[in-house]
């Protein structure tokens, strides 16, 4: 995963210095807006103590457990559906209709069954994740070339060899955008459950715990570290994609 | 015994707006052992449907095809598609891509690198094998799918138009090559096409599909010799295109 200075790096740099102009400026209340130096010495100091390891290794382990549990159900109901395009048209309009509910409003749902715990995070996580998944995987599907399927047809394929070895492959750029757009997601909802109830640990009850007490430096180093985590966990599956679907660009 | 023998067949497709049209009613085609057949026609005649037929894509509705008297599903058919790019599989290496039918079939390695070997032997590659198909140009990639077709060892060969997806000079290359391959691997082939140039210069008949439902309303031989290097015989040629204008300006097919 190489990274461009000019697009990359630079437009960072811009901000951190546009950033540090308005601090310096006094324009806005430093309650409101820590100075990128301040912000920079607050997370030295919340990894020298490592409390900010756990807050992070909490976030991660929920969102990629709740990904993942997405991704392993998902994925292969949504080539099912797909292959099936019958099946999926009777179910379109319910995967739309539970596509359209905001994840974070199952929260309650998955506290009253799970109780307040991990499991009920994972859940909402999986919940907006799995049906992105489903979607795409089956798109992947619906709109790869029949043309391949009936080559391989007439050189005898069986089905299961159809479905493993040309259904799959050419489904895969459509499964990505599904799997990137779900981390996305999952990311998301995983630090929004947190600033609710019952986390102890996690970004999202940190960010809460440093409005509350106008930590204010604390507060924008974790948003900057959620985001680093987005943008990290985005261009390491854009790089996995560029080497597994290497041809998605030259069809 | 017929190589391909397609007997009174009827297919009938749904059309967009619901109604069902008749396609094929009592249609019937023979090809020899060895012999190469060139199918010219109007677009919409039913060129693509009768090899999807043949090949056991697409059951007729009523009638019979056989293939050296079995059905097509228990033949080894070589294919080759129109779209290039929609019928290999751009995963794979070319290498792989042509392996693919052998591999379906769990044929030992040792079995596969022979058979490539023995192709590769009879029918020149002018292209690196571990290439992936969408860094060659068309009319190899073309090429690959022909290879592809011909590593099962088929008893075969459809080509659905294809020349209609490459320039002028990536025709030109891929005519000269399909010429030298079919002079060397007599199957029974039947060759589709818009351009009846390429047809003359690759069949030894030609016929002229028109109608709805398709009959063939001409059938020309061109004399042309594949065991002979320089057989072409471009004789007729004109005239049978003058004869078809008239004829499909007549009929309407066109329309």
Same mark, same amino acid.
């Given at each position: 995963?190489?990274?461009?200075?000019?697009?990359?790096?630079? &437009?960072?740099?811009?901000?951190?210095?546009?950033?540090?102009?308005?601090s310096m400026s006094?324009?806005?209340?430093?309650?409101?807006?820590?100075? &990128?130096?301040?912000?920079a010495?607050?997370?030295?100091?919340?990894?020298?103590?490592g409390?900010?390891?756990v807050?992070?290794?909490?976030?991660?382990?929920r969102?990629?457990?709740?990904?993942?549990?997405a991704? %392993?159900?998902?994925?292969?109901?949504?080539?099912?559906?797909?292959?099936?395009?019958?099946i999926? #048209?009777?179910?379109?309009?319910?995967?739309?209709?539970?596509?359209s509910?905001?994840?974070i409003?199952?929260?309650p749902?998955?506290?009253l069954?799970?109780?307040?715990?991990?499991?009920s995070?994972?859940a909402?996580i999986?919940?907006?994740c799995?049906?992105?998944?489903?979607?795409?995987?089956?798109? #992947?599907?619906i709109?790869?070339?029949?043309?391949?399927?009936?080559?391989?047809r007439?050189?005898?394929?069986?089905w299961?060899?159809?479905?493993?070895?040309?259904?799959?492959f050419?489904? %895969?750029p459509?499964?990505f955008v599904?799997?990137?757009?779900?981390?996305?997601?999952?990311?998301?909802?995983g630090?929004?459950?947190?600033?609710?109830?019952?986390a102890?640990?996690?970004?999202?009850?940190?960010?809460?715990?440093?409005?509350?007490?106008?930590?204010?430096?604390e507060?924008?180093f974790?948003?900057?570290?959620?985001?680093?985590?987005?943008?990290?966990?985005?261009?390491?599956?854009?790089?996995?994609?560029?080497?597994?679907v290497?041809?998605?660009?030259?069809a | $015994?017929?190589?391909? +023998?397609?007997? +009174?067949?009827?297919?009938?497709?749904?059309?967009?707006?619901?109604?069902?049209?008749?396609?094929?009613?009592?249609?019937?085609l023979?090809v020899g052992d060895?012999?190469?057949?060139?199918?010219?026609?109007p +677009? =919409?005649?039913?060129?693509?449907?009768?090899? +999807?037929?043949?090949?056991?894509?697409?059951?007729?509705?009523?009638?019979?095809?056989?293939?050296? =008297?079995?059905?097509?599903?228990?033949?080894?058919?070589?294919?080759?598609?129109q779209?290039?790019?929609?019928?290999?599989?751009?995963w794979?290496?070319?290498?792989?891509?042509?392996?693919?039918?052998?591999?379906?079939?769990?044929?030992?390695?040792?079995e596969?690198?022979?058979?490539?070997?023995?192709?590769?032997?009879?029918?020149? $590659?002018?292209?690196?094998?571990?290439?992936?198909?969408?860094q060659?140009? =068309?009319g190899q990639?073309?090429?690959?799918?022909? $290879?592809r077709?011909?590593?099962s060892?088929?008893?075969?060969?459809?080509a659905?138009?294809?020349?209609?997806?490459?320039d002028?000079?990536?025709?030109m290359?891929?005519?000269?090559?399909?010429?030298?391959?079919?002079?060397?691997?007599k199957?029974?082939?039947?060759?589709?096409?818009?351009?009846?140039e390429?047809?003359?210069?690759?069949?030894?008949?030609?016929c002229?599909?028109?109608?709805k439902?398709?009959?063939?309303?001409?059938?020309?031989?061109t004399?042309?010799?594949?065991?002979?290097?320089?057989s072409?015989?471009?004789?007729?040629?004109?005239?049978?295109?003058?004869?078809?204008?008239?004829y499909?300006a007549?009929? =309407?097919?066109?329309?």
């Open positions: 995963m190489a990274l461009n200075f000019k697009k990359d790096i630079a &437009p960072f740099l811009g901000l951190i210095v546009l950033w540090q102009v308005i006094g324009l806005v209340n430093p309650m409101f807006l820590s100075s &990128p130096l301040e912000t010495k607050e997370g030295a100091k919340l990894f020298a103590e409390k900010i390891f807050d992070l290794g909490y976030s991660f382990f969102i990629l457990y709740g990904f993942l549990l991704f %392993l159900i998902g994925v292969p109901l949504g080539l099912f559906l797909g292959y099936y395009g019958r999926y #048209g009777y179910l379109e309009s319910l995967i739309d209709f539970f596509r509910i905001p994840p409003l199952i929260f749902v998955a506290l069954i799970f109780g307040i715990g991990e499991q995070r994972i909402v999986f919940f907006g799995v049906s992105i998944m489903i979607l795409n995987s089956s798109l #992947g599907v709109y790869s070339r029949k043309v391949r399927i009936n080559a391989a007439i050189m005898g394929a069986r299961y060899q159809i479905i493993s070895r040309i259904v799959i050419d489904a %895969l459509q499964i599904g799997i990137r757009v779900s981390l996305s997601m999952g990311i998301i909802i630090i929004v459950t947190e600033m609710l109830v019952g102890k640990y996690g970004l999202g009850s940190r960010v809460v715990y440093a409005q509350t007490a106008y930590a204010t430096p507060l924008y974790t948003i900057i570290l959620v985001g680093l985590m987005g943008f990290a966990a985005n261009r390491l599956l854009i790089a996995f994609e560029n080497r597994v290497h041809w998605k660009y030259a | $015994m017929n190589g391909i +023998n397609v007997r +009174n067949v009827s297919r009938k497709v749904k059309l967009p707006d619901g109604r069902d049209e008749i396609i094929f009613a009592d249609f019937s023979t060895g012999e190469v057949v060139g199918m010219f026609g +677009n =919409g005649c039913g060129k693509t449907t009768l090899l +999807n037929m043949i090949s056991g894509i697409l059951e007729p509705d009523s009638g019979e095809v056989s293939i050296f =008297g079995r059905k097509p599903s228990e033949k080894n058919i070589a294919y080759i598609f779209d290039y790019q929609s019928s290999l599989f751009p794979l290496s070319v290498r792989d891509n042509i392996l693919f039918p052998l591999s379906i079939r769990r044929t030992k390695k040792s596969m690198k022979e058979r490539l070997h023995c192709l590769t032997d009879l029918i020149k $590659m002018p292209f690196n094998l571990d290439k992936y198909p969408y060659l140009c =068309g990639q073309q090429y690959v799918s022909v $290879m077709g011909l590593i060892d088929p008893a075969i060969m459809l659905d138009e294809p020349f209609s997806g490459l002028y000079t990536n025709s290359w891929l005519m000269e090559r399909m010429s030298g391959i079919l002079r060397k691997i199957i029974p082939t039947i060759i589709v096409a818009h351009d009846i390429y047809l003359f210069y690759l069949a030894g008949r030609v002229f599909l028109a109608g439902p398709a009959r063939i309303i001409r059938e020309k031989h004399n042309l010799d594949h065991s002979k290097e320089d072409l015989d471009y004789s007729g040629l004109k005239e049978a295109e003058l004869e078809l204008r008239r499909y007549e009929e =309407g097919a066109y329309s």
